[in-house]
């Protein structure tokens, strides 16, 4: 019930183009959902994450759809840029509780 | 605001050594989470500190222990190695307030064990 699934496990999209991970969780107590972006040798970083009292956020190219009766949320990025590639992570959490990560997926974007 | 720190980067150590990693957290945030990071595995959860009390605690054996000290600086050690041990070991910190969730990842340790 603490895992979080992530599709797919690899991704390649032309410059320009939408790309889009998804991620299933089954804990209904999770409250904060996160995406993470990875680059070789580099920690996780924040990019987005939204809470389930909405179904959609956007900042700037990403947006998190979110669908609490499905327990599913995915990440859009749009026009996407080779500077986009890299390994990207959803989470899910319960404040006072510790984070759970799926898989991730890695992205490629060609130009 | 500087970010997560760690150190060292790198470290190569042998079969049975022991070893340990530092966490500068961000100043102000309380909270600081270990993970270790695989291919195979992903983001595997070790231990978090808060107010240097270790408060959640992932499936790892005794050999992984952590601590915190009261600038929240944390550190995290691990006895005995395993050749399965080599990972990148991520330390991440967060405020830990009521409606704040945000974590924030340091670059990671990079740990060869041969």
């Known amino acids: 019930q603490q895992q979080v699934k992530q599709s797919p496990q690899s991704l390649i999209v032309q410059k320009g183009g939408i790309s889009i991970i998804n991620c299933a969780y089954e804990?209904?107590?999770?409250?904060?959902f996160p995406w993470y972006q990875q680059f070789p040798g580099k920690g996780p970083a924040l990019l987005i994450a939204i809470r389930p009292d909405v179904s959609e956020k956007k900042e700037g190219r990403f947006t998190i759809s979110f669908n609490k009766s499905a327990k599913q949320f995915s990440l859009h990025i749009m026009d996407s840029q080779p500077g986009d590639s890299a390994t990207y992570f959803c989470a899910a959490n319960t404040y006072g509780q510790n984070f759970v990560f799926g898989p991730g997926t890695r992205l490629s974007v060609l130009p | 605001k500087a970010g997560v720190t760690q150190t060292p980067r790198y470290l190569i150590k042998t079969r049975g050594q022991q070893v340990t990693l530092s966490c500068s957290p961000i100043?102000?945030?309380?909270?600081v989470s270990w993970y270790q990071q695989t291919p195979g595995q992903g983001l595997q959860f070790l231990f978090e500190y808060f107010s240097e009390t270790q408060r959640n605690k992932g499936n790892f054996p005794g050999r992984f222990s952590g601590r915190q000290f009261s600038n929240s600086r944390s550190e995290m050690n691990v006895s005995t190695l395993e050749l399965g041990d080599s990972a990148l070991y991520l330390c991440?910190?967060?405020?830990?307030?009521?409606?704040?969730?945000?974590?924030?990842f340091g670059p990671g340790t990079r740990l060869t064990v041969l």
């Open positions: 991440a910190s967060s405020l830990r307030t009521s409606g704040s969730n945000e974590q924030f």
């Open positions: 804990n209904t107590a999770f409250d904060y």
């Open positions: 100043s102000g945030h309380r909270s």
